[in-house]
């Protein structure tokens, strides 16, 4: 199946600063990613819908200053979290599917992203 | 509006017995459905899905599932659970039309296979 990186696996970071984590799809194209935030033993939480080329459309209770989504090439896209405080500690995870976001196609996810804010 | 129920929290099965996890969905228009497995610390990884056409579908590792209609169920199956089975199931639907390309999941269920 396809591949979706995700880096780093793990980070640690105190309050107050920005965590950057990258997506990236290595064998195929990619024009919309999906960010998802998983809570211990918790369903899959839809952040944003990262779109190349231009702005991620955010759900619903979200903050778009807060979550910084870029997608600026068709295999990389990247979430900030800035300003990270404990309350941000969660597993993040994104992923992409390569039928162009086709609706009968599978999705294949990074292997997430640990961040821990102390 | 389209949603995933995933009734279990947890489903316990010996090893050797056969399993079932269940699924079912609400959508408008046609459902496309699918089934993923995540290990712990992991990203999730696709079992299998259905588009259209047989009901029965077949996917990785032996898991097989069946897309009902009437039920608007598509449960996962398999003949006889492994202990490295374990693991946590996410239904997860998407639909062309009277519903959202982008995938709704279910809340996931727990499955624990002991030896």
Redesign the interface.
């Known amino acids: 199946g396809a591949v979706v990186s995700q880096h780093p696996s793990w980070v640690i970071c105190k309050s107050g600063t920005s965590v950057k984590i990258e997506c990236r799809s290595l064998d195929f194209q990619a024009t919309t990613m999906f960010w998802y935030r998983q809570f211990p033993k918790q369903s899959l939480m839809l952040m944003a819908t990262s779109n190349e080329g231009s702005k991620a459309t955010y759900e619903q209770g979200v903050e778009k200053d807060k979550f910084l989504i870029n997608h600026a090439s068709l295999t990389l896209s990247t979430l900030t979290v800035t300003s990270a405080h404990p309350e941000d500690s969660s597993f993040y995870i994104c992923s992409a599917g390569p039928s162009g976001g086709a609706v009968t196609g599978e999705l294949f996810f990074g292997e997430g992203s640990r961040l821990t804010v102390l | 509006a389209q949603s995933v129920a995933q009734p279990e929290d947890q489903v316990n099965v010996a090893e050797g017995n056969p399993l079932t996890v269940k699924c079912t969905y609400s959508v408008s228009g046609n459902p ?1 459905l ?1 089934w ?1 497995v995540q290990y712990p ?6 079992l299998l ?1 259905y ?1 259209t056409g047989d009901n029965l579908v077949k996917g990785s590792y032996g898991f097989e599932a069946e897309f009902n209609k009437s039920q608007t169920s598509f449960h996962l199956k398999k003949p006889s659970a492994l202990v490295s089975d374990s693991a946590l199931y ?1 239904c997860a639907v ?3 039309s009277g519903g959202s ?3 709704t ?4 269920t ?1 499955l624990i296979v002991h030896p």
């Open positions: 496309y699918f993923y610390n992991r990203g999730l990884q696709f899905k588009i996410f998407r639909a062309r390309y982008i995938p999941f279910g809340r996931g727990s």
